[in-house]
C-alpha cells in the first residue's frame, strides 16, 4: 500500500447542498447549548465532571480501560494493581492535556507548537515514552491491527517525508476561515487523523482539537464541548466514515456524520450540563443548611472540583482553616452527601467521596 496523499484544504469536494440542512440543525443546538454554557459562573469548576467523563471516554475509543470513579480515586491515593494504574494515568494526562491547552488558548492560538506540547503531556508516562512524546514522526506508519503490515494494513498516513508540508498547510487552515465553522471542525479533526504525524495518540490529540477549535472559533464561550461520548457509541461508524474519506462523496459522508455527532452531543451534554447545574444548586442550599458556614462557598466549589479526596486536598483547595474543615466534612458525611470510599486507618487517611456527583460524571450509579 502506498502512503495516502491528502486533499488540499479547504476542500473543494464538499456537496454542501446535501449537507445544508444538518449544517443549521447542528449549529442550533451548539448555539443553544453555548447559551447554557455562558450561564455557568465558573465552568471550569462547576463543569469539571464533563471534563472527567470526556478524558474516560476518549481514552476507552482505544481500549483504555478506567471509570471516574477509579480516576479520581487514584488521585485522592487510592493504590490500583500495575495494568490499571497505567489505564488510569493516561485519562489523568488526558485531562492534564486539555486543562492546559485550554488555558494556553486564552492569550494563543491552535499552533503546531501547541499541539506538540499537548502531546508530550499526554504521552508523558511509562507507556508512552517510547512513542516520541511532543515530536513529529520522522518514520512511515499504518493503521490496522496489531500484527498488520504495510501491505495488509487498513489505511497508510502521508509519507514522513511529506508530512511537514501538509502540517504547514493544516495550521494555516485552521487559524484560516472555511464556508461553515462545524463543517471546518469535521475537516479538522479528520485531516489530522488522516496525517497521523505521531506515532501514537493521534486519536486522542485529534478528538482535543474539537473543542480548542470550537472556542478558538468563538462557536463555544468556553473550550467544553465533548463529543467522545458519540464517538465510542458510534465506534464503528465514526472509524469507517474516516476510512471511506478517499472514496468518491467520502468527505461528505464524513462531514455528515461529524454535524450529526455535534447535533446528537449538544443536545445530550444541555442536559447533562442541566443536571450538574441542578444539583449545584440544590448542593448550595443544602450544604449551607447542614453546615452554617460562612465558607459554603468554597465547600461546595471543592467538592465540585474534585469529588473524591482527603482532609488535606480538601483543605488545601477550599483554603479552609483545619479544625472547621474537619467538623465541616463530618457534618457532611453525617448528611449522607459524603461517603467514605477507604476508612482512616493507622496513618493512612480516610478518602471521602461525594458520591452524587461522581455518578453524574459517571453516567451511572458507581457510589
Ligand atoms: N482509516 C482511518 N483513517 C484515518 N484515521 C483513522 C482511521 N481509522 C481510525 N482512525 C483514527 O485513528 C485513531 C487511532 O490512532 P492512534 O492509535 O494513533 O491514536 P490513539 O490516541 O493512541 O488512539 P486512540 O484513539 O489510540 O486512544 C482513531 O481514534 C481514529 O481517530
Redesign the pocket.
Known sequence: MKPYVPDSLPLDCLDVGRLIRRVGTANAAIARYDGLLQSVVNPAVVLSPLTQREAVL??R????QATVDEVLEYEAGIEFDPEKTHDIK?VVNYRKTLTLASESLADRAITLSLIKQMHAI?MDSVRGAEKSPGQFRIEQ?W?GSGDSTIDTA??V?PDPLQLPNHLEAFERYISGEDIDTLIQCAVV??QF??L?P??????????LLIPLFLFQKRTLASPMFYLSEY?EENRER??QR??A?GSEGGWTAWVEFFLQAIEHQALANTERVKGILSLYNEMKTRVSEITHSQHSPAILDAIFDRPIFQTADFIERSQIPKPTAATVLKKLKDAGILTAVREASGSRPAVLAFGKLVNQAEGRKVL
Open positions: 476518549s481514552s475509543i482505544e481500549g483504555t493516561e499526554l506508519n493503521i487498513k489505511f498516513p479533526h479528520a487523523e488522516i497521523h505521531f506515532k501514537d495518540g493521534n486519536g486522542r490529540i485529534g478528538r464517538l465514526y472509524y474516516l476510512r474519506i
